[in-house]
């Protein structure tokens, strides 16, 4: 089945820095991506609605600033945590669609990101 | 504003019946309803999805009522493994805009 695959899993870095995550649909293209942010044992929450060739859509209350998306292509979207400070450490899960199938959501795995 | 909801938590008994609701008021005539569930820390796995009529696979059913403002995904005998926190999402037909509850967390006894 159709997969979405995302990288690293785990990263830790220091405060200050910035920090990459891919977001890559193996088997499909997705014209649209969604960035989720998860802290311990509460829900997901949706920060950004990623858009192939076109700027993201941010949800109220998400700095564009520092959570900087790019969606270069029909199977990467990445999403930069700029100057990461301790309280932006948390689960980040990505999801896409199919453009051939846009009726069916596909979550990545996860990425867990410890800012020290 | 779509808006979708679900109570925050459920109680069931192992191998008895689990019905989660979710309300979506909002939603449009297009808009697909999918329901997720996530263990922690790992991603949503998909259980089920639909749009107007109701739907069944192995793993649950899911019951649409007939204005579509609400739905209720049924776990016909919960087991211990069912546990976890099921989402209810809305997904418009072009793939680019979703809403979702809360999440229900279900916790099952033994």
């Known amino acids: 089945g159709a997969v979405v695959s995302q990288h690293p899993s785990r990263v830790i870095c220091k405060s200050g820095t910035s920090v990459k995550i891919e977001c890559r649909s193996l088997?499909?293209?997705?014209?649209?991506m969604f960035w989720y942010r998860q802290f311990p044992k509460q829900s997901l929450m949706l920060m950004a609605t990623s858009n192939e060739g076109s700027k993201a859509t941010y949800e109220q209350g998400v700095e564009k600033d520092k959570f900087l998306i790019n969606h270069a292509s029909l199977t990467l979207s990445t999403l930069t945590v700029t100057s990461a400070h301790p309280e932006d450490s948390s689960f980040y899960i990505c999801?896409?669609?199919?453009?051939?199938?846009?009726?069916?959501?596909?979550f990545g795995e996860g990425s867990w990101l410890t800012v020290v | 504003d779509a808006k979708t909801t679900q109570p925050n938590s459920m109680e069931s008994n192992e191998e008895e019946p689990v019905h989660l609701p979710c309300n979506h008021s909002?939603?449009?005539?297009?808009?697909?309803i999918h329901w997720y569930r996530q263990l922690p820390s790992q991603g949503p796995e998909y259980v089920i999805h639909?749009?107007?009529s109701n739907v069944n696979n192995r793993m649950a059913s899911l019951a649409i009522a007939e204005d579509r403002k609400s739905s209720t995904l049924i776990l016909h005998r919960a087991t211990l493994r069912d546990a976890a926190v099921y989402y209810c999402i809305q997904l418009n037909n072009a793939g680019n805009m979703l809403t979702f509850g809360g999440g229900t967390r279900l916790m099952v006894k033994p």
């Open positions: 639909g749009l107007t």
């Open positions: 909002t939603i449009s005539g297009t808009d697909y």
């Open positions: 088997d499909f293209q997705a014209t649209t």
């Open positions: 999801s896409a669609s199919p453009i051939s199938n846009r009726n069916t959501i596909y």
